[in-house]
């Protein structure tokens, strides 16, 4: 069973706002995933991480932030939420040692900014 | 690119009716596929894997053949059940991560 997990499941907030998406696993994973899920479910993805102290952007821009301190902990930060960063956000993990890249998922935030 | 295209839904169905979800392939070389479902309100979940030509996944009744022929990996099961209403994701390896299909919403009614 995946150990991977996201705070808080929701969230409402108002326009102007910093907040942080939590991000958690404890598979030991070194490769984390955010992505961001539309209404019409479809997933971008927008940040990745190989490992400690590597974040990369995905192919979805993105005017969030990530950060990778230790490589249980990937968080992704909104420096000023805006209404059209309203969306369910999805983390995900793998190790990667396999070679298929089989990703394990969290619950998701779902992001409501007013 | 590597690229995943699978059937646009809502796909409508009753309970006991045979399921095929369609989903086709673009890829450089033979890349691992998957199926993902997500239920309401939930993060997405691996439902079955391929990992190479002529690989079968199989997991809770459902099915997909990896077929290099067709680029094709279908989902099918036999007979569908109300708890199988979810979305579905076809997705393949492309190196730094997974690139998904758009997801096709199922429905099945009693």
């Known amino acids: 069973e995946a150990d991977i997990y996201q705070t808080p499941r929701y969230l409402v907030i108002g326009t102007g706002k910093k907040i942080t998406l939590e991000c958690s696993q404890t598979?030991?994973?070194?490769?984390m995933y955010w992505y961001q899920q539309d209404p019409g479910m479809e997933l971008h993805l927008i940040h990745y991480?190989?490992?400690?102290?590597?974040?990369e952007k995905g192919d979805l821009s993105s005017e969030s932030t990530v950060s990778r301190i230790r490589t249980e902990h990937f968080p992704l930060t909104l420096e000023s939420a805006r209404p059209s960063h309203t969306s369910q956000y999805l983390c995900?993990?793998?190790?990667?040692?396999?070679?298929?890249?089989?990703?394990?998922f969290g619950p998701g935030t779902r992001l409501t900014v007013l | 690119g590597n690229s995943v295209t699978q059937m646009e839904g809502p796909v409508t169905l009753s309970e006991e009716a045979f399921l095929t979800i369609n989903c086709t392939y673009t890829?450089?070389?033979?890349?691992?596929l998957f199926w993902y479902v997500q239920y309401p309100g939930e993060g997405l979940q691996l439902l079955l894997k391929?990992?190479?030509?002529?690989d079968k996944g199989s997991n809770k009744g459902f099915e997909a053949t990896y077929r290099k022929e067709t680029t094709s990996f279908h989902l099918e099961k036999g007979s569908v059940q109300v708890s199988d209403s979810a979305v579905y994701f076809c997705?393949?390896?492309?190196?730094?991560?997974?690139?998904f299909g758009k997801g096709t919403s199922l429905l099945v009614t009693p």
């Open positions: 995900a993990s793998t190790d990667g040692t396999s070679g298929y890249n089989e990703q394990f």
């Open positions: 598979m030991g994973h070194d490769k």
């Open positions: 991480s190989y490992g400690v102290n590597s974040t």
């Open positions: 890829a450089t070389g033979y890349p691992s």
């Open positions: 391929a990992t190479k030509a002529d």
């Open positions: 997705a393949l390896n492309s190196g730094y991560a997974l690139n």
